[in-house]
């Protein structure tokens, strides 16, 4: 079975500017989340969807960040504007249904803001 | 709310000797646990999960977890490290949904010859 995809691998921008990043969940799986990761530190959930509805999106910076999973299926994260402490892996994880049969994570998109 | 503490950020042990990494939980509820690794520049791979059935929880390469209650533990184990062994090792919980997981803050484990 295919993986998560993610895209970019990589992403390098300048402060106040914005990016976007791509998920391609495991076919069949309701339920996606995104995920940053810090340098250093464990991932931190920033929003989930089942099926294209939010069902938590607490620790998601609302003034910059903002997702979307249109149709269910693809989803994107957008940071508008950047700032350097965006600097993070962002994860993309998908799940047929609950956590508590584990995830598949992708590879992610390594974010560097300067 | 659920959170994990893993009580060591670096470990470093000698190639085939035991591997002990250790995850202390907080939870008001029966948890979902789970140990992922994480090699450099490469994804989060499940290593082993606890879902309220056996205790003791096997997992892949060798590993295995025990959950105890009683001191609300979840420490990963492997009876001998193989150098391939080396990466970053998160405990996690899952949260009061039960959906979302919430990640400790890493041991990276350090293999020597």
């Known amino acids: 079975e295919a993986g998560v995809a993610q895209s970019p691998r990589y992403k390098i921008i300048e402060k106040r500017q914005s990016v976007a990043f791509w998920c391609n969940p495991i076919s069949g799986h309701a339920t996606l989340y995104w995920y940053q990761q810090i340098l250093g530190q464990g991932p931190k959930l920033l929003i989930q969807f089942q099926n294209n509805g939010v069902v938590d999106d607490s620790q998601l910076p609302k003034d910059r960040f903002s997702a979307e999973r249109l149709k269910g299926v693809d989803s994107t994260l957008k940071i508008q504007p950047a700032k350097l402490e965006d600097s993070a892996v962002y994860l993309c994880?998908?799940?047929?249904?609950?956590?508590?049969?584990?995830?598949?994570f992708g590879s992610g998109t390594r974010l560097t803001v300067v | 709310a659920q959170s994990v503490t893993q009580l060591d950020s670096h470990v470093s042990v000698s190639e085939g000797t035991p591997v002990l990494l250790r995850c202390n939980y907080s939870?008001?509820?029966?948890?979902?646990l789970f140990w992922y690794v994480q090699h450099p520049n490469k994804g989060l791979q499940l290593l082993l999960k606890y879902t309220s059935a056996a205790t003791l929880v096997k997992g892949i390469n060798g590993f295995e977890a025990e959950f105890k209650k009683s001191e609300t533990s979840f420490h990963l184990t492997k009876p001998s490290a193989h150098m391939s062994d080396a990466a970053e090792y998160f405990c996690v919980v899952t949260d009061n949904s039960g959906y979302a997981l919430n990640f400790g803050k890493g041991t990276s484990l350090l293999v020597t010859p």
């Open positions: 994880a998908s799940s047929l249904i609950g956590g508590g049969y584990g995830y598949t």
């Open positions: 939870s008001s509820y029966s948890p979902s």
